[in-house]
């Protein structure tokens, strides 16, 4: 039994994603030409095949992603996933003839996809989370944002573009990147993380991304609360989707019940629309 508990110890645990990994070196990847056509015979004949293919021979750009969230310690299972939700609706949308590859167009989606993962299973867990926050995670993929955060160059006027103090805005970058690096590091491909990071200002591919995710965004956000009951709904519009959120004693006076009770409605109904807004999850054939 020693024997076989020490050679089981030099192998590595076989798990979902070391499967994975395996599975996509069989999947071969796509020529510009051939992702064109696929495009085309999904945007004009919604070809399940076509869009199936483009997909498939997509899913290695979600790994190279996921190393960007490893700092976050959720399970990467749970963020290939998300990832997958967010390609699989870029390759929907996506249009062949405007002169970009899929692949671009789709990682902004899958870091979208993503992020708004975390928000709903990292921080608001973890840290509690509001319009502030919320906005300094979506903007830490811009460069200049990550380069203040991390060594706090032009920390003065990306913190001001928040309306917020330098201070607070490192304490809540500082909180979601928590790495100690130099930004001129090392990434694992050999190369300066500085010269990795994305670009200072978007693309056109990147607002057009924007865009639609703002309006999926709205949408699930607004199924979501029709579920709640008027009172939890209201509780939740004044302390979350307000500019200037009411506090807890603001609400306990208006409502006439304890501020404890209005503690309670709210994390009930935190609670379901959280369960509401999860995608569902696939079942394996």
Known sequence: MKAITSNANI?????????????????????????????????????????????????????????DY?????????????????????AKKFDPERGFRLKTYASWWIRASIHDYILRNWSIVKMGTNKLQRQIFAGLHKAE???????????EEVS????????????????????????NALNDDGIPIFHALPAPGPGPEEIAVEKDWEEHQHNILKQGMSTLRE??????EQRHLLEDGKTLKDLAEELGISIERVRQLESRAMKKLKETMRPPVQEEE
């Open 160 to 183: 001001e573009s928040y309306g917020t103090t330098e201070k607070k805005f490192q304490s809540i970058a500082g909180s979601f990147l928590q790495r100690d690096m130099s930004i």
């Open 231 to 236: 009172r939890d709904r209201y509780i939740i």
């Open 11 to 67: 192998f590595p645990a076989l798990n979902s994603m070391t499967l994975f990994r395996n599975e996509l070196k069989k999947i071969p990847k796509l020529s510009a030409e051939e992702e064109i056509e696929l495009a085309r015979r999904w945007r004009d004949h919604s070809d399940l095949h076509a869009i199936q293919q483009l997909i498939m021979s997509n899913l290695y750009i979600i790994l190279g992603i996921l190393k």
């Open 70 to 90: 490893s700092h976050f310690n959720l399970p990467p299972e749970d963020l290939l996933q998300e990832g997958t939700l967010g390609l699989m609706h870029a």
């Open 145 to 155: 944002h990550a380069i203040a955060a991390l060594e706090g160059r032009d920390l």
